[in-house]
């Protein structure tokens, strides 16, 4: 009886395994995040410090992060997408 006991145990451990290298990763199970940091330093944003691009308003901790960020905006945007950042809407004017 016992060696039959062994292979249900074996099977949900291997399944177990099996979901936790398969499964869902943790990236698909996090929500959306406001921009909170700099795309080009890290810092902290200063909300007065902005550029409208593309329909987005990307905010930034200083002026000079603003002229680096208008070098090369994909670059930042396409960083901000892989971490979950989602920008504010630009306002429309009319």
Same mark, same amino acid.
């Given at each position: &009886?016992?060696?039959? #006991? ?7 451990? +291997?399944? &177990?395994?099996?979901?936790?290298? +398969? ?9 959306? =995040? *406001? ?5 080009? &330093? %890290?810092?902290?944003? *200063?909300?007065?410090? +902005? ?12 002026? %000079?992060? =603003? ?12 960083? &901000?997408?892989? *971490?979950?950042?989602? #920008? ?7």
């Amino acid at each position: &009886m016992k060696k039959y #006991l062994f292979i249900p145990v074996f099977l949900a451990g +291997f399944m &177990m395994i099996l979901g936790s290298v +398969f499964g869902p990763s943790v990236e698909a199970d996090q929500k959306a =995040k *406001d921009q909170t940091l700099c795309p080009v &330093m %890290g810092a902290p944003i *200063d909300k007065s410090v +902005f550029v409208d691009y593309e329909g987005t308003r990307v905010f930034f901790c200083c002026p %000079g992060c =603003k002229s680096e960020f208008l070098k090369e905006p994909e670059k930042y945007l396409n960083k &901000m997408k892989s *971490d979950g950042i989602v #920008l504010e809407a630009a306002p429309t004017s009319g």
